[in-house]
């Protein structure tokens, strides 16, 4: 099953940052959409994978960048009730 996960810019560009390059959760990352505001600031990264990839960036966020699980946390919980 494919969600989106939504992460708040700065969380997902520190995320990001403690990823190592050939990770899974990098490839994740990378791959996602910015979401800018209307004034055209970044304001969130939509991320499109698999509910399995999204359970590994969960734990990764948990272990490495606590304040990111949260909305990812939250995505995923959509994602289920949908």
Do not use: W
Not at 30 to 40: A, K, L, Q, S, T
Not at 59 to 82: G, M, N, T, V, W
Request: net charge negative; proline share 2%; aromatic share 4%.
């Amino acid at each position: 099953m494919k969600i989106i996960v939504t992460v708040p810019f700065e969380q997902h560009d520190a995320l990001l940052r403690r990823c190592e390059t050939e990770s899974v959760e990098n490839r994740i990352l990378r791959n996602g959409v910015v979401i800018r505001d209307d004034e055209g600031h970044q304001v969130a990264v939509q991320l499109l994978c698999d509910l399995r990839e999204a359970d590994a960036l969960l734990d990764y966020a948990r272990k490495f960048y606590p304040d990111a699980a949260l909305a990812i946390e939250q995505s995923i919980s959509l994602a289920k009730e949908s």
